[in-house]
């Protein structure tokens, strides 16, 4: 068991550090009740944001989009904003792994981004993508790293602005530029051995009702990944990730999401938790509901999820509907 | 008989081969910017099937709600090989990855006949060079687009 970690770092004395552009609480105050308001950030801020010229440049947010989509982005996005995709910038093209401490600092300084820059993140599908960026930028521990709630869907919707204007960016170099930063993944990242130890812990299992019970082996109209068997990790709550998201795709109040998961689900902010469902992208999603929003302690995504777990030899599989 | 004869891979059509050579040709930003412009080149579905998906096929192993439709000539009647295959396909904007593979195949397969069609190598999605610029695993859209239109071909002329 790691010792406590503070998942919770930038809500503590970082807005008192007073030289950055935007004052991490004072986001919106819609946010206020969560228990790190200042990880989400309202369309309208961002777009005041950028008519007040504090997107891009030496000091300025950086908007990044994370698409399932790759070419997304490309038919346009919000002004300023750069492309981070998933697949190429954050995955290793060979081993089954995220990038290691020199790719995310090229990665990171190819977008100027330096490590005490603001960094807002969007994307299509509800922000899976955008969440599962966050999650890998805190890996590496950046500390100041948010998500437009609604994603690239509230802001089309909202007739905002769309750009094919692709930002020239100077990568940073030198002493500005993305330092080389061991990953720390034990915190906030759980592996096939680590959940085994968990068994008996609560676990959440973010997909369909069908991939849970087991009669699906993988998402409703989503291609087939190949897991070998149905089902789920023996234990795990089923609380598919959308029920945190509202119609529009922003979250739900603090009010309500506590509904679901300590009142209706049992789980407690104290206790380590570990997220999962076939890639590690949806729980994602849930992990930041989970660790931003109501504040559990140590939550940790298995990111193998069902891919790793529904393939693995004579590891322990439950099927059927929640109990 | 040698290894190498039976290695040799089963050519593409030549519009397709085409495609692929174009791909081929670029550097992999430029391979994105090109399937942006198949994205965009994609031809509207026609009137007669426009609020009418059920008549089409979901491609499920599409990562967005795309449908496709193939229509096969009468004529030749009795040459069933020799008719052309016409295809349509309905993906929604927000989707442009799925609309890319869509308009090569479109541009790549319409109005070739049935036996030119049945003939398509089921690895021809990955001869584009766009392994490295989309993700094997994304491609795996443009294989389920591929076999689900040489199934109903097939099915429309084998009977």
């Known amino acids: 068991m790691p010792?406590?970690?503070?998942?919770?770092?930038?809500?503590?004395?970082?807005?008192?550090?007073?030289?950055?552009?935007?004052?991490?609480?004072?986001?919106?105050?819609?946010?206020?009740?969560?228990?790190?308001?200042?990880?989400?950030?309202?369309?309208?801020?961002?777009?005041?944001?950028?008519?007040?010229?504090?997107?891009?440049?030496?000091?300025?947010?950086?908007?990044?989009?994370?698409?399932?989509?790759?070419l997304l982005y490309d038919t346009g996005h919000i002004p300023g904003s750069l492309k981070l995709d998933w697949h190429q910038d954050l995955n290793d093209p060979v081993l089954r792994d995220y990038v290691d401490a020199e790719q995310f600092a090229a990665v990171m300084s190819a977008r100027g981004v330096g490590r005490d820059s603001t960094v807002v993140i969007y994307g299509d599908k509800n922000n899976w993508w955008a969440a599962y960026a966050l999650w890998v930028m805190s890996l590496f521990g950046h500390e100041d790293v948010r998500l437009l709630d609604g994603g690239r869907a509230k802001w089309s919707a909202e007739g905002r602005e769309l750009t094919r204007d692709v930002p020239q960016v100077a990568p940073l170099a030198g002493d500005s530029a993305y330092p080389v930063v061991e990953r720390d993944d034990a915190p906030i990242r759980a592996f096939?051995?680590?959940?085994?130890?968990?068994?008996?812990?609560?676990?959440?299992?973010?997909?369909?009702?069908?991939?849970?019970?087991?009669?699906?082996?993988?998402?409703?109209?989503?291609?087939?990944?190949?897991?070998?068997?149905?089902?789920?990790?023996?234990?795990?709550?089923?609380?598919?990730?959308?029920?945190?998201?509202?119609?529009?795709?922003?979250?739900?109040?603090?009010?309500?999401?506590?509904?679901?998961?300590?009142?209706?689900?049992?789980?407690?902010?104290?206790?380590?938790?570990?997220?999962?469902?076939?890639?590690?992208?949806?729980?994602?999603?849930?992990?930041?509901?989970?660790?931003?929003?109501?504040?559990?302690?140590?939550?940790?995504?298995?990111?193998?999820?069902?891919?790793?777990?529904?393939?693995?030899?004579?590891?322990?599989?439950?099927?059927?509907?929640?109990? | 008989m040698t290894d190498t004869a039976v290695a040799q891979p089963v050519p593409l059509p030549a519009a397709m081969q085409e495609i692929a050579d174009d791909f081929a040709d670029l550097a992999a930003p430029q391979r994105l910017e090109l399937l942006l412009e198949f994205s965009e080149g994609l031809p509207e579905l026609p009137a007669r099937y426009a609020g009418s998906l059920d008549t089409m096929e979901q491609v499920h192993e599409c990562q967005s709600p795309i449908f496709l439709v193939v229509e096969v000539a009468d004529e030749p009647a009795d040459q069933p090989d020799d008719r052309a295959v016409h295809l349509f396909f309905s993906a929604p904007p927000e989707a442009p990855t799925t609309r890319g593979f869509a308009g090569i195949l479109s541009e790549g397969l319409d109005g070739l006949t049935v036996a030119e069609v049945l003939a398509v190598p089921e690895d021809a999605p990955y001869r584009f060079s766009l392994g490295e610029a989309v993700s094997p695993l994304r491609l795996r859209g443009m294989v389920g687009m591929l076999s689900r239109i040489k199934r109903q071909v097939a099915l429309k002329t084998r009977s």
């Not at chain 1, 946010?31 to 308001?37: G, K, N, R, S, T």
């Not at chain 1, 968990?198 to 989503?222: I, K, T």
């Open chain 1, 192 to 323: 096939k051995d680590d959940v085994l130890a968990h068994l008996g812990g609560p676990l959440v299992d973010v997909r369909s009702p069908g991939e849970y019970s087991g009669e699906l082996l993988h998402m409703p109209d989503y291609p087939q990944e190949g897991a070998m068997r149905g089902g789920h990790i023996p234990g795990a709550k089923s609380v598919p990730w959308a029920r945190a998201a509202n119609e529009d795709g922003t979250f739900k109040s603090r009010e309500d999401l506590e509904a679901i998961y300590l009142q209706e689900q049992g789980l407690s902010p104290a206790d380590a938790t570990i997220a999962y469902c076939r890639i590690g992208e949806r729980s994602s999603h849930t992990w930041f509901v989970l660790t931003h929003l109501l504040g559990f302690d140590a939550v940790r995504n298995y990111d193998g999820s069902w891919t790793e777990w529904g393939n693995a030899v004579r590891v322990p599989v439950e099927q059927g509907a929640p109990k």
């Open chain 1, 3 to 70: 010792e406590s970690p503070d998942l919770s770092a930038p809500s503590t004395g970082s807005a008192s550090t007073g030289s950055a552009p935007t004052e991490p609480a004072s986001t919106d105050s819609a946010f206020a009740a969560y228990a790190h308001p200042e990880r989400l950030v309202s369309t309208q801020w961002l777009a005041d944001q950028i008519e007040a010229g504090g997107v891009g440049g030496p000091d300025g947010i950086v908007v990044l989009e994370s698409d399932e989509d790759v």
